[in-house]
Every structure is written in C-alpha cells, then in structure tokens.
Nanobody
Framework: QVRLVESGGGLVQPGGSLRLSCAAS????????MRWYRQAPGKERELVAA????????NYADSMKGRFAISRDNAKNTVYLQMNSLKPEDTAVYYC?????????????WGQGTQVTVSS
C-alpha cells in the first residue's frame, strides 16, 4: 500500500519560513517524480514545485521562484519543500504527489495534505 504523509505545516507570520516534509512508503521512491501542490479555499489545486526522480532537475511555479526550494533524499524516501518569505497568499493546504509513467500508464499517488497558514 502506497502512503505519502506530509508534515511540517502550521501557522507562521508573514516573512517567516516553514519546511514541509513528505515521507513515502510502499513504492520505489527513487523511480518517482515528486511534486508539491497547494489548494487555497475556493481555488483550484495548483502546482508549486517538482523534482525529478534522481533530483537532478527542479521546476517551480513563477510565484514561488526564489522563495521556495524543493529537494529530496532518496535514502530516506522523503521529499521536502523549504518555504521562505511566506506571504498570506501562500495560505493553503499543501499536498505531496508522486508520479511515474510506465508505458502508457501514469501511476500517481497523493498525500492527505498539510495546512499552511500565513497570518499575523
């Protein structure tokens, strides 16, 4: 059974930092591209950042560039999202996603999400 468990969310003041973690089990973690998404109330889920299976390439949504950093530790089956200079508009539930393509089929798994609230 595949499990993705996010942690590290919470309440932080504007300008502060948080580090999210997503621990994976039940899959060959090093074979999966890992992504962070977020969903704010009343809005669609949006991609925050992604990192390839070996960690050699990352990409970010424009509004997160320079503030957020995604990384992974394949030995620990964990992906991280370091979030700096947080703004109130970063408030959302953050989700971890694992995806792998085999042939014509995409295997995709989601975590349950962790709440991030940026407020003074």
């Amino acid at each position: 059974q595949v499990r993705l468990v996010e942690s590290g969310g919470g309440l932080v003041q504007p300008g502060g930092s948080l580090r999210l973690s997503c621990a994976a089990s039940g899959l060959i973690f090093s074979s999966y591209t890992m992504r962070w998404y977020r969903q704010a109330p009343g809005k669609e889920r949006e991609l925050v950042a992604a990192i390839t299976s070996a960690g050699g390439s990352t990409n970010y949504a424009d509004s997160m560039k320079g503030r957020f950093a995604i990384s992974r530790d394949n030995a620990k089956n964990t992906v991280y999202l370091q979030m700096n200079s947080l703004k109130p508009e970063d408030t959302a539930v953050y989700y971890c996603n694992a995806v792998r393509t085999l042939g014509s089929y995409d295997y995709a798994y989601w975590g349950q999400g962790t709440q991030v609230t940026v407020s003074s």
